[in-house]
């Protein structure tokens, strides 16, 4: 099946603690990309990837980090994270860019203390 | 630069009532428009899109017309269901961008039965 994966699902974490939330596509898209979602604010977008190796800041880069060193997986890291932070993220790929249909993966929501 | 602004929400309607969500777009050049939509608990999936002026995008009963000289892709059903109940969200691409999609706020449909 065509899928989008996330993991975790669900994470509580405290301030300053770094994570990692994983991301992994089995279509064998070009295109990859973060967004977190708020209330009121729709979806932002956090960094994307047009191809191996190649990543580049969205709109709300700041305390996020990304690689892509396979083309199947885009992890998103929070080195050191904050409450500002608290947010459902998704993450999403699509054939060879953003003005493709992207698919969705199922989200992280995610609670910094 | 780009954005979209949707008609806030929530909105409620009875079963078999008219649809209309409205969303108008600020970009330079020619985007491409999509709509998504989110059932409770589930990613994002694309409903529909059109890539140039006078495009209608149609699915699942849903449809809507990009209109260049109004800068508007309002998303209309002529009879919703229980089951249509989701968050609509607009988004666009732009040419010279086509990396980085930009959504609105997206707007919360109810439908009582």
């Keep these: ?113 | 630069g780009n954005s979209v602004t949707q008609m806030e929400g929530p909105v409620t309607l009875s079963e078999e009532a008219f649809l209309t969500i409205n969303c108008t777009y600020t970009a330079t050049g020619y985007p491409s428009l999509f709509w998504y939509v989110q059932y409770p608990g589930e990613g994002l999936q694309l409903l529909l899109k059109a890539t140039k002026a006078d495009d209608k995008g149609s699915n699942k009963g849903f449809e809507a017309t990009y209109r260049k000289e109004t800068t508007s892709f309002h998303l209309e059903k002529g009879s919703v269901q229980v089951s249509d109940s989701a968050v609509y969200f607009c988004a666009l691409s732009a040419y010279s961008s086509a990396s980085k999609i930009i959504f609105g706020s997206g707007t919360r449909l109810s439908i009582r039965p």
């Design chain 1, 1 to 113: 099946e065509a899928q989008v994966t996330q993991n975790p699902r669900y994470l509580i974490t405290v301030t300053g603690k770094k994570l990692t939330v994983t991301c992994s596509q089995n279509m064998n898209h070009e295109y990859m990309s973060w967004y977190r979602q708020d209330p009121g604010l729709g979806l932002r977008q956090i960094y994307y990837s047009m191809n191996v190796e190649v990543t580049d800041k969205g709109d709300v880069p700041e305390g996020y980090k990304v690689s892509r060193k396979e083309k199947r997986n885009f992890p998103l890291i929070l080195e050191s994270p904050s409450p500002n932070q608290t947010s459902l993220y998704f993450c999403a790929s699509s054939l060879n860019s953003g003005n493709n249909e992207q698919f969705f993966g199922p989200g992280t929501r995610l609670t910094v203390l």
